[in-house]
């Protein structure tokens, strides 16, 4: 066995001469061992909360978008249709309509988004599932419509109330000179369901029959604000996004996912980052701890040193006495700390001990990447701290 590596665990297995060391030292490993907890629990949350974001992303927005680059709307054209049936790597696609509309519901109103969708929509964005109350738009009767739950709120708006219809609003299109008394144009939707999701999604749209909304706005019949586009494989989403792009042409935008939402996405991975450094620092305080209890070794073992130096042992022997020692001891507070945060992890999945709302718990998941690096993180800066320890060793300080 390598003499640094023997002498060193055997420093670390026994009690010091004096027990104020013996106390630094169990301080010192139970900061690594928190520290270790707290960096792997805070990365399986938000590896969680990651998740959980993403799949709500899933219950309101397609794969691909596609828009015009001018103007809200464009002509959907057989040559477009072809194109798309044609993609093998298509599952499903849907023509919408969207705009900024009014709602009125008695004395209450709100400002939201109708979107007007046909009936392949469902296999693109799966916002049926997530519905709370009542169905999906049914295309047997005339001005149905599905609206998030935070309008149904704002709105005191109850699902199948026969005698009070919810009114949109739209203002018409014109030039010239405009009456002030038949500014809007209106409609009333008979509300037979209610769906849930991510605040703002919920509190945005109010879905109906793409013929409805076309209505509404003034369309023509192949008029359309976007396609949206479900894949067979999303991980083919930026080869079949830069292949449509270079079929449509340039007054086509054709957005992925990602793109649609880079600012939910740059937010979700910038906190991510952020919380990893601010517990790396907690355990960069916690390793100072490390350092002070080496020391503390150190001088308590002085007249060891000067015995082993004495016997043949080499100055750099010596230092490297300590330096395991002091990465020993992160790294049995390591395999302590992971341990506990593996078992809240795996607890939290089993018993839901902690939830965001009385029905959803909080999301964490338990990722290798996150044990890696973890792992890398506490090794690196334990070898640091036992390295910056060791340092105070020399033969002056033997000898003296």
């Known amino acids: 066995m390598n003499f640094s590596l023997y002498i060193a665990k055997?420093?670390?297995?026994?009690?010091?001469?004096?027990?104020?060391?013996?106390?630094?030292?169990?301080?010192?490993?139970?900061?690594?061992?928190?520290?270790?907890?707290?960096?792997?629990?805070?990365?399986?949350?938000?590896?969680?909360?990651?998740?959980?974001?993403?799949?709500?992303?899933?219950?309101?927005?397609?794969?691909?978008?596609?828009?015009?680059?001018?103007?809200?709307?464009?002509?959907?054209?057989?040559?477009?249709?072809?194109?798309?049936?044609?993609?093998?790597?298509?599952?499903?696609?849907?023509?919408?309509?969207?705009?900024?509309?009014?709602?009125?519901?008695?004395?209450?109103?709100?400002?939201a988004y109708i979107k007007g969708v046909d009936t392949n929509y469902t296999d693109v964005v799966q916002v049926d599932s997530s519905l709370v109350a009542g169905s999906w738009i049914d295309t047997d009767f005339k001005n149905t419509a599905v609206i998030g739950n935070g309008i149904s709120y704002k709105l005191s708006l109850r699902i199948f109330n026969l005698t009070d219809p919810l009114q949109i609003y739209v203002p018409k299109a014109g030039k010239g000179l405009i009456n002030p008394n038949n500014v809007f144009k209106s409609i009333n939707a008979q509300i037979i369901g209610v769906y849930t999701g991510g605040e703002d999604?919920?509190?945005?749209?109010?879905?109906?029959?793409?013929?409805?909304?076309?209505?509404?706005?003034?369309?023509?019949?192949?008029e359309i604000s976007a396609i949206e586009i479900r894949l067979n494989d999303p991980d083919m989403v930026n080869d079949v996004r830069s292949r449509l792009q270079e079929s449509l042409g340039a007054t086509f935008k054709v957005q992925t996912k990602i793109e649609l939402n880079a600012l939910v996405y740059k937010v979700i991975?910038?906190?991510?980052?952020?919380?990893?450094?601010?517990?790396?620092?907690?355990?960069?305080?916690?390793?100072?701890?490390?350092?002070?209890a080496i020391i503390m070794m150190i001088i308590d073992k002085k007249k060891n040193l000067k015995t082993l130096l004495a016997l043949g042992a080499t100055l750099q022997q010596i230092k490297q006495v300590f330096v395991l020692q002091g990465f020993l001891l992160s790294l049995v507070g390591m395999c302590i700390g992971l341990f506990l945060g593996i078992a809240l992890v795996v607890f939290q999945q089993q018993f839901n001990f902690f939830m965001i709302t009385q029905n959803i718990p909080y999301p964490i998941e338990f990722r290798l990447t996150n044990l890696i690096i973890v792992i890398i993180t506490i090794a690196t800066l334990g070898f640091i701290a036992a390295k910056i320890a060791s340092s105070r060793i020399s033969e002056d300080f033997i000898e003296s």
């Open 269 to 292: 991975n910038s906190e991510n980052f952020v919380s990893y450094l601010i517990f790396t620092l907690i355990v960069i305080i916690a390793l100072f701890n490390v350092i002070g």
């Open 201 to 222: 999604f919920q509190n945005k749209y109010v879905f109906t029959e793409l013929e409805v909304a076309q209505e509404l706005l003034n369309y023509e019949e192949n």
């Open 10 to 111: 055997r420093y670390l297995r026994s009690k010091s001469s004096t027990n104020a060391i013996n106390i630094i030292t169990i301080i010192a490993m139970f900061g690594v061992i928190v520290g270790t907890t707290a960096l792997f629990v805070i990365l399986s949350g938000f590896s969680g909360l990651r998740t959980f974001s993403y799949e709500l992303l899933d219950a309101s927005d397609p794969d691909i978008k596609i828009s015009a680059v001018k103007g809200k709307t464009f002509e959907y054209t057989t040559k477009i249709d072809e194109e798309l049936i044609s993609d093998v790597a298509m599952k499903s696609f849907a023509k919408v309509v969207e705009e900024r509309v009014f709602l009125k519901y008695k004395d209450k109103s709100h400002v």
